[in-house]
Nanobody
């Protein structure tokens, strides 16, 4: 079992930046692939970014070039640096983990989820 806790969400203006953090506890974090997903009101949860346990990253087209996923295994934390934010980035952001695997863009392939953190981008 692993517990994931997101933080760093908030209200920001268009063009601004935020850094989300997801702290993991309970298992060997370095063995986990991690992902970020988001869900806007009335929409399905969608993939944002993923990082494998070897550090390979992959991004949704909508955020590539603006968002950066990274991990610090010593701190058991994964980050999502979000730059050039747009109103359409407004959503609840969730981190997710899957052990001994490469990163994935499919939410069904993740075993553990955080509670989410709200990101609101004002126009």
């Amino acid at each position: 079992q692993v517990q994931l806790v997101e933080s760093g969400g908030g209200l920001v203006q268009t063009g601004g930046s935020l850094r989300l953090s997801c702290a993991a506890s309970g298992r060997t974090f370095s063995n986990y692939a991690m992902g970020w997903f988001r869900q806007a009101p009335g929409k399905e949860r969608e993939f944002v970014a993923t990082i494998g346990w070897f550090g390979t990253t992959y991004y949704a087209d909508s955020v590539r070039g603006r968002f950066t996923i990274s991990r610090d295994n010593a701190k058991s934390t994964v980050y999502l640096q979000m730059n050039s934010l747009k109103p359409e980035d407004t959503a609840v952001y969730y981190c997710a983990g899957r052990p001994y695997a490469s990163g994935s863009a499919y939410s069904r392939e993740y075993d553990y989820w955080g509670q989410g953190t709200q990101v609101t981008v004002s126009s």
